[in-house]
């Protein structure tokens, strides 16, 4: 019986100092990982989406608030604006949807009439040489110039978007995400233009 609890206040006091140093960790790595997270993986995105800016969109960053989720928490949306002489010519913000294998994150520039500079696939999960095909310039390069309409969906749906051959899931995923980025666009433009 003794023999039981010790080995139950050893294991307890393993695991408490385990967890100590594990959330201690996380608190001191949160503010270089976010920053890892900016300059790999959404910077890339956003030079990809933007053309012509004379500021640093990553610095001049604006984080809004979009309304409350069903919990009641603040949605949060940060916004990469693109400034020539002082002035804002185009945003980036990133959206998400879900593809075949799960979500698929995109950059997605606009210019202050709400038509696409361009989009950029930041990160998914599709199949590899299928859904994965999404990110390539044949896909997403269709996207420049097309605003919220009719227009930005796949041919098969009506729209002037060519799906990657066997990867329609990954497609409507890609686009759902650029639709659902350009129908919060006119609360956007309202904060940043």
């Known amino acids: 019986m003794r023999e039981l609890v010790k080995m139950v206040v050893v294991l307890t006091v393993i695991c408490a100092a385990s967890g100590f140093v594990l959330s201690y960790v996380n608190e001191v790595t949160q503010a270089p990982r976010e920053y890892q997270l900016l300059k790999y993986v959404q910077e890339p995105s956003i030079k990809a989406v933007l053309r012509s800016y004379s500021n640093d969109p990553i610095k001049d960053r604006i ?3 979009m309304g409350t989720n069903e919990k009641g928490e603040p949605i949060k949306k940060t916004v990469f604006p693109a400034k020539e002489n ?5 945003i980036a913000y990133g959206s998400a949807a879900t593809g075949y294998h799960g979500p698929i994150d995109v950059m997605v520039g606009i210019d202050p009439e709400g038509k696409l500079t361009g989009i950029s696939v930041m990160t998914h999960s599709e ?3 299928l859904g994965a095909r999404v990110v390539e310039p044949a896909f997403t390069e269709q996207f420049a110039g097309l605003e919220l309409s009719g ?3 796949v041919a098969a749906q009506g729209g002037k978007i060519s799906a990657v051959s066997g990867a ?3 497609s409507n995923g890609v686009v759902n ?3 659902s980025a350009l129908e919060v666009f006119p609360e956007v433009k309202k904060e940043v233009f």
């Open 63 to 65: 984080e809004l608030t």
């Open 86 to 90: 002082g002035k804002v010519v185009a």
């Open 127 to 129: 199949t590899p040489g």
């Open 151 to 153: 227009q930005l969906n």
């Open 168 to 170: 329609t899931l990954s």
């Open 177 to 179: 995400a650029v639709r």
